[in-house]
C-alpha cells in the first residue's frame, strides 16, 4: 500500500518536471500560441487592425495580375493577408506603446526607423510632432516652437516625435506626453566617418580640407577647425545629436556623465550594426507585433570603402567621447539581448528575415535596391546626397491597387513620407473646404 503511494508520487513528481522542462523550452524559443481564429473560408481574410481588433477583408474584388498573381498563387495566399499584422499572442499582456520620441541620430539607419515609425503612425491614426521642413532647424539646439502647430499655452497632444534634431531634453518634454518612449540608435564611429565622409563631404569643411578619406583619417586634427561649417559631422557626431559638447576632451569622468544622462533620459539604445537584433528589443519594448518592425534598407550607398585595423582605430581615437558612449551601450545592448534569451532572439530574427524576404519578392521589382535613375516614380525615389549614390526600392506594377499601397509606403523615404503626414495633419483648404495639396517643404529645402 506504502509502496503503491511512493510510486504515485514519484510519478506525479517525474510528469512536473516533464511539464516544467516542456515550459522552460517553449519560453526559450519564444514559441508564441497565437489566438485560436477561423479558418479563411477562401473570400475572407483576416486583414490589418488599425485599433488593434482584427476586421474582416473581403478579397473577391481583388484584381490579380501577371507576376504577381504567380507569386501569390504559389503561396496560395490572399496578397491582403500577407501585408497582416500577425495577431497579438493571447497571453500578452502589455499594451502597445504610442507615445515614442526617436532620436534620429545620423547615418545610423535612422532613415530606415523613421520608415516603420510613419507606417505605424499613419496606420493607427497618430499625431506626429513635424518640423516646419525636414528637421527641427539642425544643428541647433531643439527648441518646441520649432514642432508645427505647436502653441506653448494649447499644448496640442502629439504621439510620435523621430525627424532630425539636436536633443535637448527639457524642450521635447514640453512637447511629448510624460509616459513617452525614448529611444536612439549608435553606430561604431569608424563605419559612421566612413559614411559621413562620402555623404557630408559637400559641406563639412574638415572632410572638404581633406584631399581624400585616407589622408584625413591619417590627420583629422590637420582639417579640422571647431566651429567650422559643418563640423559636427566629422568627430564625435552621436555626441553632438545627443545635445553634448563633441569638441570637449576627452576624460572618463565627464564621458561617463553623459552616458548616465543618456540612461537617464533613453529607455532603450540600439546598434545599427546589430539592426535585426535592434528590431526584436524594440518590439517587445513597444508591445508591437513582427510586422510592424519589418523594413526593407533605406538610404543606402552602392559602394562604400572597406576600412583596415588601422583606419578603424585611428577613427575610434578621433572621435573617442563616440567610440566610449558606443562601447558602453554596445554592453548593455548584449546584456539585454541575454536578458530576453540568446535563442529566442536567434528564433525571432529568423521569422523577421524571413518575412522581410517575402515581403520583397511580394513588393519590389528584383527585390534588390537599385540606384535612383531606375525608379520612375517620385514619391518612392531616394534623395541623392553626397559622393555615392543613394539607393531606392522599385515597386512592382503587377500588384492590386492595395497591396501596392501598402509596399509603396514600405520603401517610401523619410522627405516624401513627412510630407504625406504633413497633409494629412495640416490639410490646405480651398475657400469651398476643399482640401488642396500642400507644397511639399521638398521644394524648399531639407
Ligand atoms: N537596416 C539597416 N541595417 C544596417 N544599416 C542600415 C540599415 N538601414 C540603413 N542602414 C545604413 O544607414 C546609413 C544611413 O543612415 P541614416 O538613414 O541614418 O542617414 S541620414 O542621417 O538620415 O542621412 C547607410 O549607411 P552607409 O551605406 O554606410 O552610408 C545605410 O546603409
Redesign the pocket.
Known amino acids: 500500500m506504502r509502496l503503491s503511494h511512493v510510486c504515485r508520487i514519484q510519478f506525479l513528481g517525474f510528469g512536473l518536471v516533464v511539464l516544467m522542462a516542456i515550459g522552460f523550452t517553449i519560453q526559450i524559443l519564444g514559441i508564441h500560441f497565437p489566438k485560436r481564429r477561423s479558418v479563411p473560408n477562401g473570400r475572407e481574410w483576416i486583414a490589418e487592425k488599425p485599433e488593434g481588433r482584427p476586421q474582416v477583408a473581403n478579397t473577391s474584388n481583388m484584381i490579380y495580375s501577371g507576376k504577381a498573381a504567380t507569386f501569390l498563387m504559389s503561396h496560395q495566399i490572399s496578397p491582403l493577408r500577407l501585408m497582416t499584422v500577425e495577431p497579438q499572442p493571447s497571453y500578452r499582456t502589455c499594451r502597445p506603446r504610442r507615445h515614442i520620441m526617436f532620436l534620429?541620430?545620423?547615418?545610423?539607419?535612422?532613415?530606415?526607423?523613421?520608415n516603420l515609425l510613419h507606417r505605424y503612425g499613419e496606420r493607427n491614426g497618430l499625431f506626429f510632432a513635424l518640423p516646419y521642413k525636414y528637421q527641427f532647424n539642425y544643428p541647433s539646439s531643439f527648441h518646441s516652437y520649432r514642432v508645427k502647430g505647436y502653441n506653448a499655452s494649447s499644448r496640442p497632444h502629439y504621439d510620435i516625435m523621430c525627424h532630425?534634431m539636436r536633443f535637448n531634453y527639457p524642450e521635447v518634454r514640453k512637447v511629448m506626453p510624460p509616459d513617452s518612449f525614448y529611444f536612439t540608435?549608435l553606430?561604431d564611429p569608424a563605419?559612421?566617418a566612413?559614411?559621413?565622409f562620402?555623404?557630408y563631404r559637400v559641406v563639412s569643411s574638415a572632410f572638404k580640407k581633406a584631399p581624400n578619406f585616407k589622408a584625413f583619417i591619417s590627420h583629422p586634427s590637420h582639417y579640422y577647425r571647431q566651429g567650422e561649417r559643418s563640423n559636427h559631422y566629422a568627430r564625435n557626431p552621436l555626441w553632438f545629436d545627443l545635445g553634448f559638447n563633441s569638441d570637449a576632451p576627452f576624460t572618463e569622468t565627464y564621458a561617463n556623465a553623459g552616458i548616465r544622462a543618456v540612461e537617464d533620459t533613453f529607455n532603450l539604445v540600439l546598434l545599427?550594426?546589430h539592426?535585426?537584433e535592434s528590431?526584436i528589443l524594440l518590439k517587445e519594448e513597444l508591445c508591437w507585433n513582427l510586422d510592424d518592425v519589418v523594413?526593407?534598407?533605406?538610404?543606402?550607398?552602392e559602394t562604400?570603402r572597406t576600412l583596415n585595423r588601422e583606419d578603424i582605430e585611428r577613427l575610434r581615437a578621433w572621435s573617442a567621447l563616440d567610440w566610449y558612449l558606443y562601447s558602453h551601450f554596445n554592453r548593455t545592448f548584449w546584456n539585454k539581448v541575454e536578458h530576453f534569451g540568446r535563442a529566442k532572439m536567434d528564433n525571432e530574427v529568423r521569422k523577421l528575415k524571413e518575412r522581410r524576404q517575402f515581403l520583397a519578392k511580394l513588393c519590389i521589382e528584383g527585390s534588390e535596391p537599385v540606384g535612383a535613375e531606375q525608379i520612375k516614380e517620385e514619391a518612392i525615389k531616394p534623395f541623392q546626397?553626397g559622393q555615392?549614390k543613394?539607393?531606392g526600392w522599385p515597386v512592382r506594377n503587377d500588384l492590386p491597387p492595395e497591396v501596392r499601397m501598402r509596399c509603396v509606403r514600405m520603401v517610401t523615404p523619410?522627405l516624401q513620407y513627412k510630407d504625406i503626414l504633413d497633409v494629412h495633419q495640416f490639410p490646405v483648404r480651398a475657400s469651398n473646404g476643399s482640401v488642396l495639396l500642400a507644397t511639399p517643404a521638398r521644394s524648399i529645402g531639407r
Open positions: 534620429k541620430t545620423h547615418k545610423t539607419a535612422g532613415s530606415t526607423i523613421l532630425h540608435i553606430r563605419t559612421m566612413e559614411s559621413s562620402s555623404y545599427a550594426e539592426f535585426d528590431m523594413t526593407f534598407k533605406m538610404n543606402s550607398r562604400s546626397f555615392e543613394i539607393l523619410e
